[in-house]
């Protein structure tokens, strides 16, 4: 009898290498790697000027209400490196929550709205290499929660996306300005249901 993973039936956008060592995800970000368009603001440092879609995208489709939960872990080298979690419609309709080494220094719980054009928010800083990740999906709303200890999840922010019933679930390995690297994700669970609000989770 074959082993089942929680991976089973996930496919690429943008494929790089995947491994799975005792139920832990491991995916490559190549260099230069991300989904971000800049909104037309641009600098000499810092913010990418260009717009990308590269990054490997690891996903599912998923129809209807659901619960993503993940823990996120990377070994930070440069600016915006990042574990992300992902909701996609389309290029220019989609979610992301990042883990990631913000241009302040820090490590942060980073979420990255685009409708159309985009925006980005700082959360938490989070003084280790890991942290807790939460999606909830409620009909067109969505929240974003992050723990330290996979149990206690407190809230990133709520809004809402113009998306239809099915849409795409998954993991995103980024580098945006940097060499890439190995991101790693365990505990993973994507559950579909309804929670009662989604501001708790």
Same mark, same amino acid.
């Given at each position: 009898?074959?082993?089942?993973? #929680?991976?089973?039936?996930?496919? @690429?956008? +943008?494929?790089?290498?995947?491994?799975?060592?005792?139920?832990?995800?491991?995916?490559?970000?190549?260099?230069?790697?991300?989904?971000?368009?800049? !909104? +037309? $603001?641009?600098?000499? $440092? &810092?913010?990418?000027?260009? !717009?990308?879609?590269?990054?490997?995208?690891?996903?599912?489709?998923?129809?209807?209400?659901?619960?993503?939960?993940?823990?996120?872990?990377?070994?930070?080298?440069?600016?915006?490196?990042?574990?992300?979690?992902?909701?996609?419609?389309?290029?220019?309709? @989609?979610?992301?929550? *990042?883990?990631?080494?913000?241009?302040?220094?820090? !490590?942060?719980?980073?979420?990255?709205?685009?409708? =159309?054009?985009?925006?980005?928010?700082?959360? *938490?800083?989070?003084?280790? !290499?890991?942290? @807790?990740?939460?999606?909830?999906?409620?009909? =067109?709303?969505?929240?974003?929660?992050?723990?330290?200890?996979?149990?206690?999840? +407190?809230?990133?922010?709520?809004? $809402?996306? #113009?998306?239809?019933?099915?849409?795409?679930?998954?993991?995103?390995? =980024?580098? #945006?300005?940097?060499? &890439?690297?190995?991101?790693?994700?365990?505990?993973?669970?994507?559950?579909?249901?309804?929670?009662?609000?989604?501001?708790?989770?």
């Amino acid at each position: 009898m074959a082993d089942h993973h #929680p991976f089973d039936g996930f496919q @690429w956008l +943008n494929e790089s290498h995947a491994t799975i060592q005792n139920g832990r995800l491991t995916l490559v970000a190549p260099a230069k790697s991300d989904f971000f368009y800049n !909104n +037309n $603001t641009s600098a000499e $440092t &810092g913010i990418t000027p260009e !717009n990308l879609s590269n990054a490997p995208f690891y996903f599912t489709e998923v129809a209807g209400d659901f619960v993503l939960t993940v823990k996120v872990s990377v070994d930070f080298m440069d600016t915006y490196d990042a574990a992300a979690v992902m909701v996609m419609k389309n290029d220019h309709v @989609w979610v992301k929550s *990042c883990f990631e080494r913000t241009d302040f220094g820090t !490590n942060a719980v980073v979420s990255v709205v685009m409708n =159309q054009v985009t925006d980005d928010a700082n959360g *938490c800083n989070i003084n280790s !290499n890991s942290v @807790w990740l939460k999606v909830v999906r409620i009909g =067109q709303s969505f929240a974003l929660h992050y723990s330290v200890d996979g149990e206690k999840f +407190n809230m990133t922010r709520v809004f $809402t996306l #113009p998306v239809e019933d099915i849409v795409k679930v998954g993991l995103v390995a =980024q580098a #945006p300005i940097g060499n &890439g690297g190995e991101r790693h994700y365990e505990y993973f669970s994507l559950e579909k249901k309804t929670l009662d609000n989604i501001r708790f989770a």
